[in-house]
C-alpha cells in the first residue's frame, strides 16, 4: 500500500489538471470550474458540487499566446496560464472564476472577459470575477459581503441547485486544521517534510474529503517519515505554483521550512466557523497581509513572527520578475529578523538565480 505522502505527491503531480470526471447528484457529468487567485473563496466551489481546481502555469511550455494579449509586463504566471487556457490545456472547463489577489490576476480576467466578448470561437467560458477588497474599513466588508453573495447566487444559478454551505466550510475547516498539523511536521528538528514535500501536501489535486482522509493518513504515518537535516530556510515574495524554485534552493542543502505565499503552509489557519456567508466574508476580508494588501511594517511583523515560529535559520525573499512588489518591503522584513536576510529579485519565473543565496550559504562540496 502507497505511504499517504506518496499518494499525495502523486496528486500534486496532477496540479493544473482537472479531478476526474465524476457524475453529479443527478447522475449527469459534475460540472468542472477552474479558478485563479487566493482570495477565492472555495467553500463556495465545493458548496456547489463542482470539481473545482486552481490554474497553474508551465514554466517549460512558454507564454506566447499570453502574451499577445496580456503583454510582457504582466507576471509570468498570469501570462503562462492564460496562454495554457488557450491551447486547451486544463481540458473542457464550464466555468473559470478569478479572484483579484493582485494586478496580475484581475488583468487575466480583464483579458479573458474580452476574449470571449470579441472572439466567441476561442473556445474559452465565461469568466467570473470575486472581487473581494482588504481595506480595514466597514464599508469594505460591506462590499466584500455583497460580493460573496453575488458569488453564492451565480453558483446557484450556474449548478440549478442549493449551496450546502455549512458541510463545505466544516470539510475546509478540517482540511485547515490538518493542513496546520503538517506544517509541524516540518517544523520539527529535524524536519520530517522538506519544503518541496510540503507542497505537494498542501496543492494535492482532490476534492476536499479525499484531502483530508490522506492528511490524517499522513499524520498517523508521521513517525515514518525520514528526518532532513539542514540549514533552515523562510521564503517570502512571490507565488510558487511549481516546485522548481523549491527543488533549487534545497538542492542548495536547505530546507524550507515555512513560507508566506499562497500555494504554502495554511495562509489563514483561523477556522471559518458557523455564520454561512457573513462568516465567509469576515474570513475573506481579513486574509493575511501579502505585499499586493498590506503595509510593509504589517508583512515585516508577519514574517517575524513567522521566522520564530518554525525556527528558521535564514530568510530568502524570492521575487519574480513582473511581481515587484514583494521586493518593495524587504528592507522592512530584513530590519525585523534577527537572522541572515537574502534578496533574490527579478528571478525568471520557475528559476532561482542563487548567487547570492550562496553568498551566504555557500553550497556543500
Known amino acids: 500500500m502507497r505511504t499517504a505522502l506518496a499518494a499525495l505527491e502523486e496528486a500534486y503531480a496532477r496540479r493544473g489538471a482537472p479531478p476526474a470526471a465524476s457524475k453529479g447528484r443527478t447522475g449527469g457529468r459534475t460540472a468542472v470550474v477552474g479558478y485563479v487567485g487566493a482570495d477565492m473563496p472555495v467553500e463556495l466551489l465545493t458548496a456547489a458540487g ?27 504566471v498570469a501570462r503562462s496560464v492564460l496562454a495554457r487556457l488557450l491551447a486547451g490545456s486544463f481540458g473542457e472547463l464550464d466555468r473559470i472564476v478569478v ?21 466567441p470561437g476561442s473556445g474559452l467560458p465565461e469568466a467570473y470575477l470575486v472581487d473581494i477588497l482588504h ?158 494588501r498590506g503595509t510593509a511594517g504589517e508583512r515585516a511583523a508577519r514574517a517575524a513572527a513567522a521566522v520564530r515560529h518554525c525556527g528558521a535559520e535564514l530568510f530568502v525573499a524570492y521575487c519574480r520578475a513582473g511581481d515587484e512588489a514583494p521586493a518593495w518591503d524587504f528592507p522592512a522584513q530584513r530590519a525585523a529578523l534577527d537572522i541572515p536576510a537574502v534578496l533574490l529579485e527579478h528571478q525568471d519565473y520557475g528559476r532561482a538565480d542563487l548567487a547570492a543565496l550562496r553568498k551566504e550559504h555557500p553550497c556543500p562540496t
Open 135 to 292: 481595506l480595514p474599513h466597514r464599508t469594505t466588508a460591506r462590499y466584500n459581503r455583497r460580493r460573496i453573495g453575488e458569488f453564492a447566487a451565480r453558483l446557484e444559478a450556474w449548478t440549478g441547485r442549493p449551496l450546502d454551505l455549512a458541510g463545505a466550510v466544516a470539510a475546509h475547516d478540517v482540511r485547515r486544521r490538518l493542513l496546520a498539523a503538517a506544517a509541524e511536521l516540518r517544523r520539527a528538528v529535524p524536519a520530517r517534510l522538506t519544503g518541496r514535500q510540503f507542497l505537494a501536501v498542501a496543492n494535492a489535486v482532490l476534492p476536499v474529503d479525499e484531502h483530508v482522509a490522506l492528511l490524517e493518513r499522513l499524520l498517523v504515518e508521521a513517525d515514518q517519515l525520514p528526518e532532513h537535516a539542514g540549514r533552515r530556510v523562510f521564503l517570502s515574495g512571490s507565488d510558487h505554483d511549481t516546485p522548481h524554485v523549491y527543488e533549487a534552493i534545497e538542492s542548495e542543502g536547505l530546507v524550507i521550512v515555512g513560507e508566506d505565499h499562497s500555494f504554502g503552509g495554511p495562509f489563514v489557519n483561523e477556522p471559518v466557523g458557523a455564520g454561512g456567508l457573513d462568516a465567509l466574508a469576515e474570513r475573506y476580508h481579513h486574509g493575511g497581509p501579502t505585499a499586493h
Open 99 to 119: 479572484s483579484r489577489d493582485c494586478e496580475a490576476s484581475l488583468r487575466l480576467f480583464y483579458a479573458l472577459r474580452e476574449l470571449c466578448r470579441v472572439e
Open 50 to 76: 463542482v470539481g473545482a481546481f486552481r490554474l497553474t502555469g508551465d514554466p517549460g511550455s512558454g507564454s506566447a499566446l499570453g502574451d499577445r494579449y496580456l503583454g510582457r509586463g504582466v507576471d509570468p
